[in-house]
């Protein structure tokens, strides 16, 4: 399959794939009520959350790079002006984020600024844990010796999924945009 010639396109592929199968169910087990808490502040079913994610994040992806590998005019445009189409990636995931967080702006603002601070410290502080897990994981660990291309994508693509994906799936985990603003300040 052409999906899967160039190997870092098939390792972006799988890991898409794997996350989007097992987050869903992550969330289940991680947000269902349990012994520390009795009730659920969202509601997650797992099999729509998989379907959803595949329609929103799989399905483009797969698009992008049938696109990338059969249409030689988006070939051509892509390369021309690839640092402005990535800026403009950037820049509305950003606006994506900041746009989810405003549906919690009345709420946001009337939290202890400690609170808040401490829950962009956490996510800041997890990020770089998992980045330098991959860090170590592609530059010690003798078994992988992953290609350069490869390698790059291991570091480079787990630092740019979340946002998107988590703003996704809270999007599907309760239609109150209060809630959905509160969830995305981690991103």
Known sequence: SSLLRQPSTGTVFVTNLLGIVTGPYTLQLVLSPGKTRTVSVVSVEPGNLVVKLIVTVL??????????????????????????????????????????????RGTLLQQPFTSVLYIIIASSASTLTLLTQNVLAVSKWEKLKLPFREAVAVLIMPSQKP?????????????????????????
Do not use: H, R
């Not at 070939?75 to 994506?96: E, I, R």
């Not at 703003?167 to 995305?184: D, E, H, K, N, R």
């Open 59 to 104: 399905v483009p992806s797969v698009v992008g790079k049938i696109d990338w590998d059969f249409v030689k005019p988006v070939q051509a445009f892509v390369t021309c002006y690839k640092t402005g189409l990535s800026f403009f990636s950037t820049l509305n995931l950003a606006c994506m984020v900041l746009q989810t967080t405003s549906g919690a």
């Open 163 to 187: 946002e998107p994906v988590a703003i996704t799936v809270v999007s599907y985990l309760t239609p109150s945009l209060q809630q959905q603003g509160l969830m995305a300040i981690p991103s």
